[in-house]
Structures are given as C-alpha cells and as structure tokens.
C-alpha cells in the first residue's frame, strides 16, 4: 500500500500545482477585463456625448460640419409720402433668422403685387428665384418685375426688368445687386401671409 501511496501523493501534488497555475492565470487575466471595462464606459460616454475627445472617427465629422442656419425671405412695402409721380412705395427684402434685416430695394409704383409660382411661370420669371414681385405704373404702362434668386457661394442675387405696354418681346432679368449671407445659411422664402 505504501508503494502505491506515493505515487498517487506525488499525482495529488502535479494536480494541485496546475490548479494554482490556472487560477493565477484566471487572477492575472481578471485585471486586464477590468481594464477593458473603463475602456468600455469611455466608450459609452463618447457615444453619449459626441464631440467630446476620445470620440470615434465616425463621430467627429458629423460634429464638426455647422448646423445649416435657417434665414426666411419676405418683402415688406412702405407708402412713400408726398410723391410727386402718383402713389409709389418702397420695398424691402426682410432676412429674419438669428439676426433679421431689411434691405432697401427702392421705390416702385403703387403697392407692388407678390407673385405665387403659378404667376412667376406664366411671366417668365426665373424658375429658380425664391421670391419676387411686380409693380406696374398706370400713368406709363411700364411694369417692373424683381426677382430675388441665390447666387453661387454665400450670396443673394437681385434681378429687375423693366416692361413697357405692346413690346412683343419681354427682356431678360438684369442683375442689380448681390447681398452677401450668413455663413452656413439656408435660405427660404417664408410662408406667404393667408388672405
């Protein structure tokens, strides 16, 4: 009994020692899941708030592309008092978003008529304007159609024409001005006023 006594002590000894081996291991492996977790969590707060650093490639070009900043177009006309060549009124080009502007776009006779689409193609406005509107002077027979479109790059462009009575042919907008915008503006016209 003694014979075999030893060599099962000396099994029960190999074994013991692989036991701790393995669970040294499994003690030496448990820090590197605990590091691995903070690592998650940074994660987790990177989603939560993107842009902050440590945030994913994926991530960083959404936050750092500006929001698009919303200007609506309107006009806005002003009687002229004491005019000499019959009722005439001054229009302006109201940008309201953040900042609102009126810019002057000068007199026009009587209280110029704002075009829906409907009444822009049937005048040969361009198809591309935003806004626009016409006036017409009874005592001339001239009408003056202002049409505002956007440029290329950051800017607003203004067109006029001038129709006189019994022309056949109507003229070609011409560019008054340029107005420069916002950066990152996306501008619209507003909702027309309900009737």
């Given at each position: 009994m003694k014979r075999y006594a030893l060599p099962v002590f000396a099994a029960a000894l190999l074994l013991a020692g692989c036991n701790q081996n393995s669970s040294s291991t499994a003690e030496q492996s448990a820090p590197a899941?605990?590091?691995k977790a903070p690592?998650?969590?940074?994660?987790?707060?990177s989603e939560a708030a993107?842009?902050?650093s440590g945030s994913t490639n994926d991530e960083a070009p959404v936050t750092a592309a500006a929001p698009a900043k919303p200007v609506e177009l309107s006009f806005r006309f002003k009687p002229v008092k004491d005019s000499e060549s019959g009722p005439r009124s001054t229009a302006y080009l109201v940008m309201s978003?953040?900042?609102t502007r009126e810019i002057d776009l000068g007199p026009f006779a009587g209280k110029p008529d704002?075009?829906?689409a409907t009444e822009a193609k049937r005048a040969n406005f361009p198809?591309?304007?935003l806004l626009?509107?016409?006036?017409?002077?009874p005592n001339s027979g001239t009408s003056n159609d202002l049409a505002v479109m956007q440029s290329e790059g950051s800017r607003l462009r203004i067109v006029q024409r001038r129709l006189e009575e019994g022309v056949d042919k109507a003229p070609?907008?011409?560019t008054a001005r340029e107005i420069p915008l916002p950066a990152g503006a996306e501008v619209r016209a507003a909702p027309a006023p309900k009737k």
């Open positions: 899941g605990e590091v690592a998650a969590g940074a994660a987790d707060a993107p842009g902050v978003g953040g900042e704002v075009v829906d198809g591309s304007m626009g509107f016409r006036s017409y002077d070609e907008f011409q």
